[in-house]
């Protein structure tokens, strides 16, 4: 039986902690390790350590830095799924978007959606409505609100950028939007806080067998610089568009199981497009969908969906896909007359979706685990949206086999339905003046701007804004290293505030600045800190290389 207990940790979960989880790595045998750090693996490691299995997770980079941190950033029953009846997913998708928002409320929060229809256009208004009922129906008329048709003149009247143009109305409807990679990391942490040990910046560089069954496996450690092994019960492949990487190590290896698709998001001023809903339209070119989403004072465009055979590390946006978007908003927003200059920022990831042949838009986007004759399990596709149901599968799936091959049983059954730590409500005592930072401390933090609001009260210097134009303050790069994992100024700059997105030079002119402010606490001395300024400012130019492209 595993421990009677599911243990809690409560070490911050900063580089200290990071530092003693690289030794226990080494001292321990696990019952489950996980490889990957994205928001599947996270959910995964989350799940066995509330069941009180030992559970490790090592991921290669930050959390979230692969496909995680890169998404629409929806919670979403994904209506568009219901053109190819895959009602099953939907069914799947608008469940999970019920308990993610009961979960995680001040992360996961409710989105209105305008899907405007012209004359002339398809799908045809009753089609849609249609289809928004059975979307209704398959939420368990459970969501914020059912849909609502709106006639022409109340779309206008409500979104004036819409009207004109045979204009027929629109459909509104909810989802739900995400910051992705705080999901990510406050998963991770939550992990952490349910006794897993869990390490970024460790990579696993080879499966260890024995036996004919995998028992382990090989890391380095990207910061120390060592190399160790790790030994675990069962090892969960969790890897996203690597899983095939790794399983390429198992002598069982037989095809690819995932397909990469990159898909690319614009964002762009949210006074350029000043809408109140997101708006759902379709792209003029091919029909697929695309999303406008309102991100605080920035809107986010995506995406596209093409095949990806480049190197899975230096995923881009380029002239065309940039040019495919602003063509689409061209279509739906005529009056903007938006262009390239109104482009600060791209972000492009790539979809871990299940091997098939045929067109990208409809591969399927459903998962699969599958275990190897050596005893890798492995987790393909997937969505953000149905992470933690996915994880509650695959830990199903390992405390069977730790029950059958090792008598080893939980010791509580599945609670990742139970709220995620830190989505209490704020109860800020301390305040900074500068109002638009000190709502977005509250907004972000919930009752632990406390921890980051203290800080800027000790040191003045520490409530200046990292950058003018944006809310984000320098304190909360030095609470991002305490309590939130950050181990470089790219896990700063690009996934615990969003600064490299959200300004035109990407934060550049401040970058040193925000290196030298956490060089202490992480050992850096002047040449570790220009070697992360020169890779943030790498980071930053492939924001910006679809620019290249048409040199
Ligand atoms: P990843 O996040 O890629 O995590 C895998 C991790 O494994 C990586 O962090 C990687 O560094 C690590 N790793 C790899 N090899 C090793 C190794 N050898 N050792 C250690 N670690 C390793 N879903 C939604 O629900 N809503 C959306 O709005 C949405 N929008 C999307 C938009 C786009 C453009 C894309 C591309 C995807 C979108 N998705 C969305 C899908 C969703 O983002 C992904 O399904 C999800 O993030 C995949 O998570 P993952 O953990 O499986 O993979």
Redesign the pocket.
Known sequence: MADSYAPTCTRPFSVAARGENIHLLQAETFDVLV???????VSVARDAALRGFRTAL????DF?????S???????GGLRYLENYQLGLVFQCCNERRVMRKIAPRLVRPLPFLYPLYRGQKPAPWKLRAGLTLYDALGLFQNVQRHRWLDAAETSRREPLLGGRGLLGAARFYDAQVD?ARLTMRVARAAHQAGAVVASYA??TALLMGDGRIQGVAVRDRIGGTEFEVRARVVVN?????VD??RRQDAHYKGATVRPTK?IHLVIPRDRLPTQHAVAFDSPRDGRHIFLIPWGEHALV??TDTDYEGDLERPAASREDVDYLLEALAHIFPGARLGTDDVISTFA????LLYAEGGTYALSREHQISTSPSGLLTVAG????TARLMAEEIVDQVERRLGEEFGVHAAHPCRTREPLPGEERAWAAAAVSDQAAHAHLLDTYGADAAWVMAYSEENPALAERIIPELPYLMAEALYAIQHEMALTLNDVLIRRTHVIYESRDGGLGRALAVAAEIAPRLGWDAAAVERQVADYREQVRMTQSWKEDSL
Do not use: M, N
């Open positions: 490889i990957g750090g994205g928001i599947t693996g090592v991921e290669k980079g979230g830095e692969g496909t995680s890169r998404s629409s950033r929806l919670i979403h992705d990579q696993v969790a890897t996203g568009v690597w990487q790794v898909g995506g995406t990831g790539l979809r871990p997937g969505k953000l949206t």
